[in-house]
């Protein structure tokens, strides 16, 4: 029977201890989108949402949301996060655009960064409904998902 080593001998939630992990360097990349209406995409690529620069804003949202993941997620370890990047790219769905946002986390350390690019990515998608919502509330996020991870005990991880 597995393991479950997120609860302790009473059944209680418990952090996991990772004093006798190995450091290596980890990385993870996770992708998140947001569907924007044409008027929405118009205004973000022309820099003309009353809000300021959508893009600048998120990107700097999601570098501060990957460093700040412990905080929200109960069971992650506050990690020395070696580098975040943030990329956004646009695409086309008929009348509606989306915009895909891919996010990279690295680290030297003995736990890996997979919540951490998850939670980047999430917030770079909030933070562009946050500033666009006042034109049109029916933005749609997500999915939103784990690319790649590499290092650590369990391997590397590749979406198929």
């Known amino acids: 029977m597995a393991e479950f080593t997120h609860f302790n001998e009473q059944g209680h939630a418990k952090m996991v201890d990772i004093t006798s992990k190995t450091d290596t ?10 569907e924007v209406s044409r008027e929405i995409y118009q205004k973000i690529i022309s820099s003309e949402m009353e ?36 990329s956004f790219t646009w695409e086309q769905k008929d009348d509606q655009f989306e915009l895909i946002i891919e996010g990279e986390v690295k680290t030297k350390g003995s736990t890996g960064v997979e ?35 590499t290092g650590g005990k369990s391997g590397d991880y590749q979406r198929t």
Do not use: F, W
């Not at 360097?25 to 947001?34: D, G, H, K, N």
């Not at 620069?53 to 990690?79: E, F, N, W, Y």
């Open 51 to 86: 809000k300021g620069d959508v893009l600048a804003v998120a990107q700097v949202a999601g570098i501060m949301a990957a460093k700040k993941t412990p905080d929200i997620i109960p069971m992650c370890h506050p990690i020395p996060i070696k580098g975040v990047n943030i």
């Open 115 to 149: 919540m951490e690019a998850l939670t980047a990515v999430s917030a770079c998608a909030l933070t562009v409904y946050d500033m666009c919502k006042a034109v049109d509330k029916g933005m749609i996020i997500g999915p939103t998902y784990l690319i790649t991870k």
């Open 25 to 34: 360097v980890r990385t993870a990349v996770a992708r998140s989108s947001i």
